[in-house]
């Protein structure tokens, strides 16, 4: 009779013990190494087999610390230039509107300054002098005979004219104040026969920034006397000027305009560098002009007088400098000053 029990009981040992170990080996930690996965069979339908990236490497602390200060500090930059240029634009707003304002109440205070002095509108305003004058050689409205430049119309492009008073006899403290307050400005050509006596007048006029320029002593016809003789008309007056005034003129006009090679080597040897003549003259009642377009041209000379109710029916040089105003308003020139474009600073 043979015995088999110690054989079966060996064997399940050993079935047992080779089942036991692997999960022995993972329960309890030990370094036991899993196969690696062939990742290369993953599908669609086992997306947990497919591969995975690498994650990227974690930046050491002080270098996010960093990035996140910088980024910080931008930020604070760009806030404070958008403050700044939200400032700058409302002080440009700010200053606009009050420029827009000033503006308003200078026309408002000019119209109400015309229709004082029975204007129905403001006259135009003058541009800034030039930075340079006009170079004064052979053109239309400029000729030149013994060295002297003779103007009838100044050459520029600009819609401006210019108003000249000539003589002296009549000094008219409202034409004066007029002028002024209307900011018209005009050049005066005087004679020292009647200007004497006066000269207070004419220093007033300087003040306001009147030029006062040669018109000879005695306002004779130059082309009656010899040439001795047109010079002590003219330098004496030169003279004259600048003794009452202060200072010495620059420019001329010869009475009627009426003149020969000798009066302009005299008037250049007293230091006269330009002769004015013009194209209109202005009266009370109306502007005579030399051509028959019967219209104001860019740079042309007005000429009129220091005259009054005597001389002119009853009107006075307040009623001839409006109907200067209206007509150069009218045809849509300013009257600017003659010196600032043929005189001196």
């Known amino acids: 009779m043979q015995v088999r029990l110690p054989f079966r009981r060996t064997r399940a040992t050993l079935l047992t013990g080779a089942l036991l170990l692997p999960l022995l080996a993972t329960g309890a930690g030990c ?20 591969p995975q990236a690498a994650p990227a ?14 980024e910080e500090q931008s930020g604070t930059r760009l806030a404070a230039q958008r403050h700044t240029g939200e400032l700058q634009a409302a002080e440009a707003a700010r200053q ?9 109440e200078a026309a408002r205070r000019a119209l109400e300054t015309a229709r004082h002095w029975g204007l129905a509108t403001a ?15 052979p053109q239309p409205g400029v000729s030149v005979r013994s060295g002297l430049p003779l103007v009838y119309r100044v050459p520029t492009d600009r819609q401006v004219v210019f108003l000249t008073v000539d003589d002296g006899a ?7 104040r007029m002028a002024q307050e209307l900011g018209v400005p005009f050049t005066a050509f005087v004679s020292g ?5 006066g000269y207070d007048y004419f220093r007033a006029l300087q003040e306001q920034g009147v030029r006062v320029n040669n018109h000879t002593v005695n306002h004779k016809d130059l082309r009656r006397l010899d040439e001795a003789h047109q010079r002590r008309e003219i330098c004496d007056q030169q003279d004259e000027l600048e003794q009452e005034l202060g200072t010495r003129p620059v420019l001329f006009r010869p009475p009627y305009g009426e003149f020969t090679d000798a009066t302009l080597r005299a008037a250049a040897s007293c230091g006269i560098t330009a002769v004015a003549i013009w194209n209109e003259e202005a009266f009370p009642d109306r502007i005579e002009y030399r051509y028959a377009d019967q219209r104001l041209h860019p740079g042309d000379i007005i000429l009129t007088h220091f005259l009054g ?23 849509g020139f300013a009257l600017a000053r003659l010196d600032d474009y043929l005189g001196r600073d």
Do not use: C, N
């Not at 370094?31 to 497919?50: G, V």
């Not at 006259?123 to 004064?136: D, G, H, I, Q, V």
């Open 170 to 176: 009549v000094k008219d403290t409202e034409f004066s």
């Open 123 to 137: 006259p135009l305003a003058a541009p800034a002098k030039p930075a340079e004058r006009p170079e004064l050689t």
């Open 57 to 70: 490497p974690a930046r050491p602390l002080h270098a996010a610390v960093g990035q996140a200060a910088a």
């Open 309 to 331: 109710p005597a001389q002119w029916h009853g009107a006075t040089m307040a009623d001839m400098l409006r109907r200067v105003i209206r007509t150069a308003t009218d045809q």
């Open 96 to 104: 606009a509107a009050e420029a827009a304002r000033q503006a308003a």
């Open 193 to 197: 026969y009647l200007a004497r006596g």
């Open 31 to 50: 370094a036991a190494t899993t196969p690696p996965t062939d990742r290369s069979a993953a599908t669609p339908e086992h997306p947990a087999l497919a």
